[in-house]
């Protein structure tokens, strides 16, 4: 009884989040471009991969993440900037095999509702996913922090995963996600291996340039999108709008 009377209580939390999270991605998309001009330009994301204008490149390499592997013991700070839930990542993390060195910021998810289940960004021929991962990190090499290279052509690289269904380790971060609604400011996370969000083959990808995909819509975005998508506990379902 205990035991449902909790998870009760974690749908009607995250419905809320998904709520203050959807009412931000549909008041106005369409009409972003009015006050943020790149919203309306070229190189904007998500984008739709179709395999007809997909093209093999022998000069990518595989993706290899450096440190992804947190101390429990280690603090992670979960934070609402007003458009989305945030978690920070500490700048030990990075990504090799980039044009340059890529110094890990953030991650957040977006996911669906009831009403539209499906809530990636990307779609692949066609399909979309449940939910979708970014692990979004600043070009190190060139600037001191993510906000110095947020409106930089060569600022930014995100790691999107395509998300089938919920992992028992995000299901850990939306727990601490349910607390942090009611804590208005921010909230302290203990350090996992965020390798384990990540599919198991790092070489197969699709790349392209692009951008933020909420305003500004900056078009400062190296985008890898996995090609394999993380297939998770059929336990969970993704809370819908209330």
């Not at 419905?15 to 904007?44: A, E, M, R």
């Not at 429990?72 to 090799?96: I, W």
């Amino acid at each position: 009884i205990e035991f449902f009377f909790f998870f009760l209580n974690l749908s009607f939390i995250l419905k809320v989040i998904v709520t203050v999270t959807n009412l931000f991605c549909s008041t106005g998309q369409d009409y972003w471009s009015n006050k943020y001009p790149y919203c309306g330009g070229s190189f904007q994301s998500p984008i739709h991969i179709t395999s007809d204008l997909l093209r093999f490149s022998p000069t990518l390499r595989p993706i290899e993440v450096r440190n992804y592997k947190l101390s429990s013991t280690e603090q992670l700070t979960l934070r609402n900037d007003g458009h989305s839930l945030k978690l920070s990542l500490p700048p030990t993390m990075y990504v090799a095999g980039l044009p340059n060195q890529f110094t890990a910021a953030q991650l957040h998810f977006h996911w669906g509702s009831s009403n539209w289940p499906t809530g990636s960004e990307h779609l692949v021929d066609s399909k979309k996913f449940a939910a979708e991962l970014h692990i979004v990190h600043y070009n190190s090499d060139k600037y001191p922090d993510i906000n110095t290279a947020i409106d930089k052509s060569d600022g930014l690289a995100v790691l999107g995963v395509l998300i089938k269904r919920l992992s028992s380790k995000v299901n850990q971060i939306l727990l601490h996600i349910c607390y942090f609604v009611f804590s208005d400011f921010e909230v302290r996370v203990p350090g996992f291996n965020v390798r384990e969000l990540l599919p198991a083959r790092l070489d197969e990808y699709y790349r392209y340039d692009g951008s933020l995909t909420t305003p500004p819509c900056f078009p400062s975005v190296l985008w890898t999108v996995f090609r394999n998508h993380v297939t998770i506990s059929r336990h969970f379902q993704f809370p819908s709008v209330l």
